[in-house]
Structure formats: structure tokens, C-alpha cells
């Protein structure tokens, strides 16, 4: 039976005419898939409902804050515990050191951490403390990542392979698109020349260690290592934009499940256990030239927020119990085998990447492992399919270049049912 979605239309359309696009972060809008988007009214484990009380499993969890699902009971109660206390003092709070002490003593790389409001900000103040360490202006990033909106990332490759970049979107200076250098994931030979090149002036580079933003793409055997090398040569600080990975890949993150070292890590999502959230943090020495203990500003009215904290520690709390990761990723699996199948009963060319509880399945028949072979997806043939799935209750990220997020809360009979209405979805897809 399709489902309704009169409601949720006509507060589109209202939305539309106070809110730019009707959406308060652009890819909630559902342009890409061609569709108008259902409105949610609530959630619950691995269950959303929107406004016409449409019931969908959800592979989304707020692209990715919500590992544990929505509404998990020790993260519910520790929010209303805190509520009774306030709601900001904009004063220091035991639950800011608390959080502080539990990152710290999780990600190897990190000895000291500020807490910020987003993931966008904890990029941006990461590349301000970069280059104000280093003393340098440039930075790099690699085509296919997103590290937030401002404007030293907003960022694509320039016209040739060692050029400069050029905005993303107008409003970015030209002088600032000027000290960002495109690189492209996993060619570390690229990168060497950029470094033989422009050395002298890198800051820093960053990096998801793990790339989610153009659909998963695991890093090259080598790849993360060659960047920490590198950087060690030219004394360029490696950043790496660990929001989506942090207390994902595992609970030392990125780093731990790799074992490589950056000299700054950035958080949010899982980390404010589905509040407002983001941090930076890294070695003392570095951590130290933040104001007020040096000289490098940056503030913020709602950092620490008690109710985030509180969040974020309940969260790292069921994560640090016996097994969870094992079975998180067990499901992962369960789902990635179901959908690999489900692809090739359906006949549909797919290319599946998955590490641990992320996933895409890009619809291509190239192996993806970088922003060029993630661009050979049809985008045409994922939009068939993400209506299909959503018509049939399936909430998937309304965008091939997305990471299926797989939570705690899903369970084995979630998996089957979204395995059973994705044969149909590939069929669908095939047609195209
Ligand atoms: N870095 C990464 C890797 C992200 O995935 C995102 C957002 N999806 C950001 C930074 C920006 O975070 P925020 O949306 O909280 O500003």
C-alpha cells in the first residue's frame, strides 16, 4: 500500500515560503531523488513516523548521531535528569570535564579537547589552530570529503590536478578558495607532488579517515599512513575529521581502527548523542595555543551545553558495555550481505563498500575508491530505488553519496524486511 504524504506536502509547501528551500540543511529537501520529504513527528529505536503517520525503519539516525537509535532509554533518562538542573550557564559544568575526560581517555591522539556546537565548527577552529601553529596559510582536502560549510571547505578541484580550488558556492572569497589545494582520495602520489610543490606553506591536511560523504570509501592499504608521513616531512599538522567515524568505527574511532595518528581530531554527532555538538582536540602542546590558555580565539555561547553532554556521556556509556560494537557491526553485515544479494537477484550492476556499521551501495559496476569512481553511480537509478524503499517504509539517506548508518536498535527481523523490500527496489531500479 503506498502511503500517504498530504501532510507532510502541505507543510512543505507552507515551509517553502518562510524557511530557504522549505529545510533548515539542504539535502533534507529530497531534490536528488525527486520527491518531496515526508515530515517527521517521531521516532523510536530503529523506527521513524512522519506527519501522515507513516511508519519507516531508519537507516539515517540523523546521519549518524544516533548509534544507539532514537529515544534509547539510559540516554532519555540522563536528559530528563539534567532538564530538572537547567537548561545553560554558559558556565563552566562537571559535565563538560566528564565528556572532556571521556574522549580524551578514548582517542589515543587526543590529550586535550574544546567542545563546539557543530561539526562545521570543529573543522573550521581545527584549521585556525593549524595555521597558527605552523605559521602557514594553505591547506588540503581531498575531493569527495565534507569537513562543513565554511569557507576554507567549501572547496572543489580547480581546472588542473595541482591547481588551487575554486568555491563551491558563491559567497566563497576567491583569495580564500586560493589557499585551499584539491587533492583526490587515495593517490598519495598526487599528494606528493602537491607537497614537492607547495610544502613550505601547508598548514595542514584533513581527511576522513574513513570517507563518508561520497558514500563510504575506505582509505587505500597505506593511504592514512602515507598522510601522516608526508606531513611529518614538510611539518604539516594531519587533522582528521573523524564526525562521522568517532565512536563509530570503533570507540578509539578512526584512528584506533586503523592505527594511525593525526595531530587534531574533529567530533560531533555521536559525541552529543543526538544533540547539537562538535569538538576538536589534539596534543597538549597544540590544544595549549587555544584561548584563553594561548593566544588562538575562538568561543562559543552554547559550547558544553549540559544537555549535549549529558547525551554524549550517556551514549559513550552504552558503548563502552561488552560487545556492542560486535553485534552493531554483526548487523551491518547481515544487511550488506542481504542487499549485495538482493542486487544481483535484481540484476542491477552495484558496487557495495562497507567498513563496520557504514555502508553504500553505489549503483555502478566500477569498484568506488574516490570521488571520480563514486561519480560513475547512476544517481537516476538510486533515486527509483530510494522511492521504492521509502514506499515500502525503508528510510534511506535521500542521496547516492550518503552512508547507510546501521544503530544498535535495529534488529535481525529490521534487516530481513529491509533485504525483502530491497530485492523489489533493485527491480525497480533495473528498469531504468
Ligand atoms: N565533517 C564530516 C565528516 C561530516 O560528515 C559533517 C556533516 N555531515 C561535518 C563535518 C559537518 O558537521 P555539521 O553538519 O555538524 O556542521
Known amino acids: 500500500m503506498a502511503p500517504g504524504y498530504q501532510k507532510s506536502k502541505e507543510m512543505f509547501e507552507q515551509a517553502q515560503m518562510v524557511i ?38 531508519d537507516y539515517v539516525c540523523s546521519w549518524g548521531p544516533l548509534i544507539l537509535g532514537h529515544r534509547h532509554p539510559a540516554v532519555m533518562h540522563a536528559i530528563q535528569r539534567c532538564l530538572e538542573r537547567g537548561t545553560t550557564y554558559g558556565a563552566p559544568t562537571d559535565l563538560e570535564l566528564t565528556l572532556a575526560q571521556m574522549v580524551v581517555e578514548a582517542l589515543p591522539s587526543v590529550e586535550m579537547v574544546r567542545m563546539v556546537n557543530s561539526g562545521t565548527e570543529a573543522t573550521m577552529s581545527a584549521l585556525r589552530l593549524a595555521r597558527a601553529y605552523t605559521n602557514r596559510s594553505k591547506i588540503v582536502k ?13 572547496i572543489k578541484a580547480g581546472s588542473g590536478a595541482l591547481t588551487h580550488g575554486v568555491p563551491t558556492s558563491p559567497g566563497v572569497p576567491e583569495n580564500i578558495a586560493g589557499n585551499t589545494i584539491n587533492a583526490r582520495y587515495n593517490d598519495l602520489e598526487l599528494l606528493e607532488k602537491i607537497f614537492a610543490e607547495a610544502g613550505s606553506e601547508i598548514a595542514a591536511v584533513i581527511v576522513e579517515p574513513l570517507a563518508g560523504n561520497m558514500g563510504v570509501v575506505p582509505p587505500a592499504e597505506g593511504f592514512l599512513q602515507g598522510l601522516r608521513n608526508l606531513c611529518n616531512k614538510y611539518g604539516a599538522l594531519l587533522i582528521f575529521d573523524e564526525v562521522i567515524t568517532g565512536f563509530r568505527l570503533s570507540y578509539g574511532g578512526a584512528q584506533s581502527y586503523y592505527n594511525v595518528m593525526p595531530d587534531l581530531t574533529c567530533l560531533g554527532k555521536i559525541i552529543g548523542g543526538g544533540l547539537p555538538v562538535g569538538a576538536y582536540g589534539g596534543r ?32 559513550l556509556e552504552q558503548l563502552q558495555q561488552p560487545g556492542v560494537y560486535e553485534e552493531l557491526n554483526r548487523k551491518s ?51 527509483a530505488f530510494f522511492r521504492s524503499m521509502l514506499e515500502q517504509g525503508i528510510y534511506l539517506a535521500p542521496s ?14 529490521d534487516i530481513e524486511r529491509t533485504v525483502e523490500a530491497a530485492y523489489h527496489a533493485y527491480k525497480a531500479a533495473a528498469q531504468i
Not at 295 to 300: H, M, N, S
Not at 354 to 375: I, K, M, W, Y
Request: one cysteine or more; glycine letters at 10%.
Open 20 to 57: 530557504p528551500g522549505g529545510v533548515n540543511s539542504p539535502v533534507r529537501a529530497f531534490k536528488s531523488v525527486g520527491m518531496t520529504p515526508p515530515f517527521i513527528a517521531r521516532a523510536n529505536g530503529s523506527r521513524l513516523w512522519d506527519a501522515d503517520g507513516n511508519e519507516y525503519i
Open 142 to 154: 581531498f575531493e569527495g570529503c565534507y569537513h562543513g560549510h565554511h569557507d576554507s571547505l567549501l
Open 284 to 315: 597538549r602542546e597544540i590544544m595549549q595555543m587555544v584561548s584563553p590558555a594561548g593566544p588562538v580565539y575562538q568561543a562559543g555561547t552554547l559550547s558544553g551545553n549540559p544537555l549535549a553532554m549529558t547525551a554524549g556521556i550517556a551514549t
Open 333 to 383: 553485515a547481515l544487511l550488506a550481505q542481504g542487499l549485495s544479494q538482493a542486487a544481483r537477484a535484481a540484476g542491477v550492476p552495484a558496487s557495495f563498500n562497507r567498513v563496520e556499521s557504514l555502508q553504500t551501495c553505489f549503483f555502478t559496476g566500477h569498484p568506488v575508491n574516490d570521488f571520480a569512481s563514486a561519480s560513475t553511480s547512476d544517481t537516476k537509478r538510486y533515486a
Open 400 to 413: 547516492q553519496f550518503e552512508a547507510i548508518f546501521v544503530s544498535t536498535a535495529h534488529t535481525d527481523s
